[in-house]
């Protein structure tokens, strides 16, 4: 895989023309369920996916420090990473998303948060303008409710299968995950793709047909 400026790309593509790109190559899966929104519909994120597999747990009293693994995906995440947990959807009861992980995140130079599951500390995260999609927000702890049970091991997020190393983006439409083994085909075809569309609305803006247009540029 190429090395990729992940910032430039995040303000350059979108998670329409990305997920239209994987569809052409019979990848019809890499989209995350809609209920995964994000928590500033203005921000968009485009990193490599660090994944964490949370568990459902029952009691509070749990013998040594229910937040090791998470705690270890966290200090462990390097520029350009995306902590991508899988909850099993926001009815898994906790938020594993915080304020205090956002900050600790940031200054790793991880680019953002995905989770299925629950995000607090919403006001906060918004002020620091670190983009997080999540299944829902709410205030409750993991602790006693769930647990990150392992880090860097495939996961289903928001429907999607997502390896640590594959390549996540979101935006205000969703979010795409981006096998790490096409992630160089994929990219060169949307940003060629993206061109074509700009040709397309150019035209339509000059008067010409909807259908004499996507004859000509095959885009829609």
């Not at 790109?21 to 989209?31: H, K, R, W």
């Not at 997020?157 to 640590?164: E, I, L």
Request: glycine share 10%; charged share 25%.
């Amino acid at each position: 895989m190429k090395s990729y400026d992940f910032a430039a790309l995040a303000n350059r593509l979108n998670s329409a023309v990305l997920s239209d790109v994987l569809d052409e190559i019979g990848l019809t899966n890499q989209a995350m369920l809609p209920y995964v929104r994000p928590l500033d519909d203005g921000l968009a994120v485009f990193g490599r996916a660090r994944t964490g597999l949370y568990m459902n747990t029952y009691s509070v009293e749990e013998h040594g420090n229910p937040y090791e693994v998470e705690i270890a995906l966290v200090d462990d995440l390097k520029p350009g990473d995306i902590a991508v947990l899988a909850c099993d959807g926001p009815t898994a009861r906790i938020a594993p998303w915080g304020e205090l992980l956002t900050t600790a995140s940031r200054m790793r130079g991880a680019v953002g948060c995905v989770t299925d599951g629950l995000v607090r500390d919403v006001r906060l995260i918004r002020d620091l303008q670190f983009p997080v999609f999540a299944g829902g927000i709410g205030p409750l702890d993991s602790k006693g409710r769930g647990k990150m049970m392992a880090m860097d091991v495939p996961v289903t997020c928001g429907g999607a299968p997502v390896r640590s190393g594959d390549l996540v983006f979101g935006d205000v439409d969703g979010v795409v995950v981006i096998p790490a083994d096409v992630a160089d085909r994929v990219i060169e075809a949307a940003v060629t793709k993206l061109e074509s569309e700009s040709m397309t609305r150019a035209e339509l803006l000059n008067g010409a047909l909807l259908a004499e247009v996507y004859a000509k540029y095959g885009v829609l």
